[in-house]
């Protein structure tokens, strides 16, 4: 709703955002799903600020993708699919906003990370254009 002027809250707004993507908060997730799409949102919006925040939000997310991936609660699958597609969107648009940043920092995670989820959000941001 704030626009371009979310760019004054941007500091407290990225400690909201972190604090509710570490924590789960039950099966459906429904608090991590709306931080992501505000997340989502504030990218699209608050683009010229993002590559500053880029090492903070890259570590949240590929830490999300990796909590969720080992996730072994009642959380449905579904859920955690639609976690993992919010997630690797909001790395998408960060790596357009920071002009290939993100895929330059994901090539060595990319390699020495065995597990096929999270290889499947990697090459997801790779692949995008």
Same mark, same amino acid.
């Given at each position: *709703? !704030?626009?371009? /002027?979310?760019?004054?809250? #941007? $500091?407290?707004?990225?400690? %909201? ?6 924590? +789960? ?27 500053? *925040? !880029?090492?903070? /939000?890259?570590?949240?997310? #590929? $830490?999300?993708?990796?909590? %969720? ?6 959380? +449905? ?28 920092? !994901? ?23």
């Amino acid at each position: *709703r !704030l626009g371009i /002027l979310i760019v004054r809250h #941007l $500091k407290r707004l990225e400690r %909201v955002l972190l604090s509710y993507l570490e924590i +789960p908060d039950g099966p459906e997730e429904e608090a991590r799903l709306g931080i992501l799409e505000t997340l989502q949102c504030t990218i699209e919006h608050a683009w010229p600020r993002m590559p500053c *925040r !880029l090492p903070v /939000l890259l570590q949240a997310l #590929l $830490k999300l993708i990796w909590d %969720v991936h080992t996730d072994h609660s009642s959380t +449905p699958e579904q859920v955690k699919a639609t976690l993992l597609q919010r997630a690797t969107q909001c790395l998408i648009l960060l790596d357009h906003c920071s002009e290939g940043q993100v895929k330059v920092l !994901l090539e060595g995670v990319g390699s020495s990370c065995e597990e096929q989820c999270v290889q499947e959000c990697i090459r997801a941001v790779q692949e995008s254009s």
